[in-house]
């Protein structure tokens, strides 16, 4: 299947907050039901959770950019949770529109070209973002990332490590990742596999059962999911689909 070119991945995700009324929708799968959203919700922030207390990292009083924020999922969960100040940067003016009618701050951009200053963020997080973004665009926000995060500050992801062919996807392992972060002085100081959801990958749907076995799978994967995640914390994974990463910025001396 052919990938959208850098035209038309920027006006896909524009068009998917025009389009998606569902918050969770918009964010995670937009031709997915709600429960299927919550799911991918809950083990996501579960994952940053454990990443967060396994890699040792407090967000309090950080300040902390949140690429492609969206309607401000996870602005609103590092603030309220983890009492970060939070800032958001997303393409779509929907989206950002979204983020201050909550009294979120948020600004229309790219993280190909972030308009901050350099050493601005204590934290930047990507959570399932970049891996929407084309191969030739990705060295250039990691350059992005690396340029705003200060000395010592870290870039939480958690990204696609494994091979997907759909249009808006342009998944990298986590050996890619590592080198492309390492080439701007980001070292890789947590791993922990993610989103494994066996049940819904590996049992086969039947297109006229397919609504009830797509429920059923989700909900097979809920205590395997959070399972597999307690096993496999702070270690990589060939069964996941997902990875969470930090990269941490060398000081300068």
Same mark, same amino acid.
């Given at each position: 299947?052919?990938?959208?070119?850098?035209?038309?991945?920027?006006?896909?995700?524009?068009?998917?907050?025009?389009?998606?009324?569902?918050?969770?929708?918009?964010?995670?799968?937009?031709?997915?039901?709600?429960?299927?959203?919550?799911?991918?919700?809950?083990?996501?922030?579960?994952?940053?959770?454990?990443?967060?207390?396994?890699?040792?990292?407090?967000?309090?009083?950080?300040?902390?950019?949140?690429?492609?924020?969206?309607?401000?999922?996870?602005?609103?969960?590092?603030?309220?949770?983890?009492?970060?100040?939070?800032?958001?940067?997303?393409?779509?003016?929907?989206?950002?529109?979204?983020?201050?009618?909550?009294?979120?701050?948020?600004?229309?951009?790219?993280?190909?070209?972030?308009?901050?200053?350099?050493?601005?963020?204590?934290?930047?997080?990507?959570?399932?973002?970049?891996?929407?973004?084309?191969?030739?665009?990705?060295?250039?926000?990691?350059?992005?990332?690396?340029?705003?995060?200060?000395?010592?500050?870290?870039?939480?992801?958690?990204?696609?490590?494994?091979?997907?062919?759909?249009?808006?996807?342009?998944?990298?392992?986590?050996?890619?990742?590592?080198?492309?972060?390492?080439?701007?002085?980001?070292?890789?100081?947590?791993?922990?596999?993610?989103?494994?959801? @066996?049940? +819904?990958? #590996?049992?086969?749907?039947?297109?006229? =059962?397919?609504?009830?076995?797509?429920? !059923?799978?989700?909900? $097979?994967?809920?205590?395997?999911?959070?399972? @597999?995640? +307690?096993? #496999?914390?702070?270690?990589?994974?060939? =069964?996941?689909?997902?990875?969470?990463? !930090?990269?941490?910025? $060398?000081?300068?001396?």
């Amino acid at each position: 299947m052919n990938k959208l070119d850098n035209f038309q991945y920027v006006e896909y995700w524009k068009s998917i907050h025009v389009e998606t009324a569902d918050e969770y929708a918009a964010v995670c799968h937009p031709d997915k039901p709600s429960y299927f959203n919550r799911f991918y919700d809950r083990i996501q922030k579960y994952a940053v959770e454990k990443c967060l207390k396994y890699a040792g990292i407090s967000l309090a009083d950080s300040k902390l950019l949140d690429i492609g924020c969206r309607r401000g999922r996870w602005l609103s969960y590092f603030q309220q949770n983890h009492k970060a100040y939070t800032v958001g940067i997303d393409l779509s003016e929907e989206a950002v529109s979204a983020c201050r009618s909550k009294e979120l701050e948020a600004v229309v951009g790219s993280v190909t070209q972030l308009p901050f200053e350099s050493n601005a963020f204590d934290v930047v997080t990507s959570i399932t973002v970049l891996l929407h973004l084309p191969f030739d665009l990705k060295p250039l926000a990691i350059a992005e990332i690396a340029r705003v995060t200060k000395p010592c500050g870290k870039a939480i992801l958690m990204e696609l490590t494994h091979d997907d062919d759909a249009p808006h996807v342009y998944s990298w392992s986590v050996e890619k990742w590592q080198k492309e972060f390492e080439k701007h002085d980001m070292k890789l100081s947590f791993c922990s596999a993610h989103q494994f959801t @066996l049940f +819904n990958r #590996y049992i086969p749907s039947i297109r006229i =059962l397919r609504p009830i076995l797509d429920f !059923v799978k989700i909900y $097979l994967d809920y205590p395997l999911e959070y399972v @597999l995640m +307690n096993l #496999y914390a702070g270690r990589t994974s060939k =069964l996941s689909m997902q990875h969470v990463m !930090v990269f941490e910025k $060398l000081p300068k001396y």
